[in-house]
């Protein structure tokens, strides 16, 4: 296309690159206002226990109230935040949000839940994460054992002898800690023990079809198997249907997550979800 335009005329963008690169930069834009115009909020999905169907806590999902794309997605703008930087500061929003929310509910008289917090790799990184997070929690005076860090197993297997020590220090101020998407990144087994973990999250992809995929089955089968033998929790993402939860009710899964009991909620909606699912607990 280029050539055709003759020596010495190069055209290095068509139309459509020109079209993208811009739509690109107004997106870069928005999102660096986005902090400052308070655009940002957090939904929260309850994570449940499988035998007894009680809410053991929730993890909050980072929603973009955009004034004219209405609710956007994180896959939508996060690794755009990754490159830019504005992570951090993002992420510092999110965890200072969740934490203090979660403070608030405790001092509704709520019951004391933990609440999930997802961690970049970009964030994982940032100097004295360990220190920052407990500043966080002093600042807003939430117990440590009411947050959950959430990472992936390739965030942790990038340096990871780095990572072992950032996590013992989470981990010594009574932070949990969870693999999150576990079973898609890494195959190596061996970081599992080297790691100060408290949680396998299976990934959403190994419990759609396990009620029929006898392959599915036999890996979530396997990971609870390995999770419960290294004395760690096990929880099974995006569980939508009873079959679903009966089969891992039946494999001994711990707890799960999914739109079979929510979907994440805007902060009032969840409100009315943890009333309501205390009623029921109590009438049991
Ligand atoms: P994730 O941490 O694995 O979160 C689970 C995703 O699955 C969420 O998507 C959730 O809404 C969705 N989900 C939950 N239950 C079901 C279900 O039953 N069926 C289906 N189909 N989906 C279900 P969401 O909220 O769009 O988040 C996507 C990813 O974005 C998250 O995956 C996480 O990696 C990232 N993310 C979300 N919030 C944050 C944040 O505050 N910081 C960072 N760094 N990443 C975040
Ligand atoms: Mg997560
Ligand atoms: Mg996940
Ligand atoms: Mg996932």
Redesign the pocket.
Same mark, same amino acid.
């Given at each position: 296309h280029a050539k055709r335009m003759g020596r010495g005329n190069y055209q290095f963008f068509t139309p459509e690159m020109n079209a993208a690169a811009s739509a690109r930069l107004a997106l870069e834009k928005a999102l660096r206002r986005a902090l400052d115009q308070r655009e940002f909020e957090l939904h929260y999905?309850p994570k449940v226990d499988v035998k007894s169907g009680q809410v053991l806590g929730m993890?909050?999902?980072?929603r973009w109230r955009h004034p004219e794309r209405g609710l956007v997605?994180?896959?939508e703008f996060?690794p755009l935040a990754e490159e830019i930087g504005l992570?951090g500061p993002i992420?510092a929003w999110?965890l200072e949000t969740a934490c203090r929310q979660n403070r608030d509910w405790q001092q509704q008289g709520l019951p004391k839940l933990r609440v999930a917090?997802? !961690?970049?790799a970009v964030?994982f990184r940032q100097q004295n994460l360990p220190e920052f997070v407990a500043g966080v929690l002093k600042d807003v005076g939430l117990d440590a054992s009411c947050l959950e860090l959430?990472v992936t197993e390739s965030v942790v297997m990038h340096n990871a002898k780095e990572a072992a020590q950032i996590l013992e220090k989470l981990h010594a101020q009574g932070i949990h800690i969870s693999i999150?998407?576990f079973g898609t990144g890494y195959s190596s087994l061996s970081y599992l023990k080297q790691f100060r973990l408290d949680t396998l999250k299976i990934d959403?992809s190994f419990v759609r079809d396990i009620s029929s995929d006898a392959d599915d089955a036999a890996i979530v089968r396997s990971v609870i198997a390995l999770a419960h033998s290294l004395r760690l929790g096990v929880i099974a993402?995006?569980?939508?249907t009873s079959e679903q939860l009966a089969f891992l009710e039946s494999l001994d899964c711990d707890e799960y997550?999914?739109? !079979?009991r929510s979907?994440?909620l805007s902060v009032p909606d969840f409100e009315a979800f943890l009333r309501d699912a205390i009623g029921a607990e109590a009438a049991v």
């Amino acid at each position: 296309h280029a050539k055709r335009m003759g020596r010495g005329n190069y055209q290095f963008f068509t139309p459509e690159m020109n079209a993208a690169a811009s739509a690109r930069l107004a997106l870069e834009k928005a999102l660096r206002r986005a902090l400052d115009q308070r655009e940002f909020e957090l939904h929260y999905q309850p994570k449940v226990d499988v035998k007894s169907g009680q809410v053991l806590g929730m993890e909050a999902l980072l929603r973009w109230r955009h004034p004219e794309r209405g609710l956007v997605p994180p896959a939508e703008f996060i690794p755009l935040a990754e490159e830019i930087g504005l992570i951090g500061p993002i992420g510092a929003w999110v965890l200072e949000t969740a934490c203090r929310q979660n403070r608030d509910w405790q001092q509704q008289g709520l019951p004391k839940l933990r609440v999930a917090v997802n !961690l970049s790799a970009v964030q994982f990184r940032q100097q004295n994460l360990p220190e920052f997070v407990a500043g966080v929690l002093k600042d807003v005076g939430l117990d440590a054992s009411c947050l959950e860090l959430e990472v992936t197993e390739s965030v942790v297997m990038h340096n990871a002898k780095e990572a072992a020590q950032i996590l013992e220090k989470l981990h010594a101020q009574g932070i949990h800690i969870s693999i999150d998407d576990f079973g898609t990144g890494y195959s190596s087994l061996s970081y599992l023990k080297q790691f100060r973990l408290d949680t396998l999250k299976i990934d959403r992809s190994f419990v759609r079809d396990i009620s029929s995929d006898a392959d599915d089955a036999a890996i979530v089968r396997s990971v609870i198997a390995l999770a419960h033998s290294l004395r760690l929790g096990v929880i099974a993402e995006g569980v939508e249907t009873s079959e679903q939860l009966a089969f891992l009710e039946s494999l001994d899964c711990d707890e799960y997550q999914g739109y !079979l009991r929510s979907k994440p909620l805007s902060v009032p909606d969840f409100e009315a979800f943890l009333r309501d699912a205390i009623g029921a607990e109590a009438a049991v």
